[in-house]
């Protein structure tokens, strides 16, 4: 999974990552040092600073190892973590750039990326002829109840929307309280999911009926299981989201979904791109993960900590 490029909405930047990915792996090294071994997978959270770099960090390694454990034991992801759900797929497109959108008919919802403000005709005339619910991603823009309001009835004279998503800053129950009671579909936590207190503060102030978990966010594969079965316990629903993810990184949240999810989530395949070298990533089906070419490893620095 990869970082934004700059900090926004809470979330770092890939200059905080990369130190805070630094300070893991030593604190790794350290560990497997002591212990003659290096730590499972299910033990990466553990060694979490709990800051917003150090969750991406760890979820990171937490990936990492896991990826190591299960070429170790010959094991698929489907084997750690069988199957519960059928996790219908949801997509996301944006009112806010001039792009046509293409929407594969598999899709069971899509987010919509949106901000206050007056929606053009074309942009109208495409949100008409989507099949399927929306969910409207405000990303933290609103500034005002009606702000929300106001753009939720327009949108809705042309098509179906399932939710509305973060419109208020990250940490603001307050103001996303008063507008979930005022509205009449449910509201969505995204930025403001970082750990369990969160859910708590949520569900205790009525902030919201649904929460959306990304694990490089929140730390990682262990925390989004904590996560989703804390908020089946809470009366919320969850879905799993994507961030700026690797073909790795998508297939195994997309197992990690399909273990624990029946909402809508961010599953569909990433587009590999051809790497410097000129060599397509090989996508590993048994696993999860890939393969980087040969001539990439050859020009890789590697921390070997143990054979």
């Not at 130190?19 to 002591?34: M, N, P, T």
Request: aromatic letters at 6%.
């Amino acid at each position: 999974m990869a970082p934004q490029p700059f900090a926004l909405n809470g979330d770092p930047g890939l200059g905080e990552v990369v130190v805070a990915v630094a300070a893991s792996l030593a604190q790794l090294a350290e560990v497997g040092a002591r212990e003659g071994v290096l730590p499972s997978w299910e033990r990466a959270a553990r060694f979490s600073a709990a800051t917003p770099a150090s969750n991406v960090a760890t979820a990171l390694v937490e990936m990492a190892l896991l990826d190591r454990e299960l070429h170790w034991a010959s094991m698929t992801i489907d084997e750690l973590w069988p199957e519960r759900f059928n996790t219908p797929t949801q997509v996301t497109v944006s009112l806010l750039t001039d792009v046509d959108w293409f929407v594969d008919e598999s899709v069971a919802r899509i987010r919509v990326k949106s901000a206050p403000g007056p929606i053009g005709d074309r942009t109208l005339d495409s949100l008409s002829r989507l099949g399927v619910p929306i969910l409207v991603d405000y990303n933290c823009s609103a500034t005002s109840d009606e702000d929300v309001l106001a753009q939720v009835q327009l949108i809705r004279s042309v098509a179906t929307i399932s939710a509305v998503e973060q419109p208020f800053a990250a940490g603001n129950v307050i103001d996303h309280a008063r507008l979930a009671s005022r509205l009449d579909v449910p509201l969505s936590i995204d930025e403001g999911v970082r750990s369990i207190r969160d859910l708590t503060q949520i569900v205790n102030y009525r902030a919201a009926t649904m929460i959306c978990v990304k694990p490089a966010r929140v730390g990682g594969l262990s925390s989004s299981r904590a996560l989703f079965t804390r908020a089946s316990e809470l009366g919320l629903r969850a879905y799993l989201g994507g961030f700026f993810e690797s073909p790795y990184a998508r297939g195994v949240h997309r197992a990690l979904a399909h273990s624990c999810v029946s909402e809508p989530s961010d599953l569909l395949d990433v587009e590999v791109q051809p790497n410097q070298y000129g060599a397509e990533v090989e996508i590993i089906e048994s696993r999860f993960g890939v393969e980087p070419a040969d001539a990439m490893l050859s020009d890789a620095e590697c921390l070997s900590v143990f054979s």
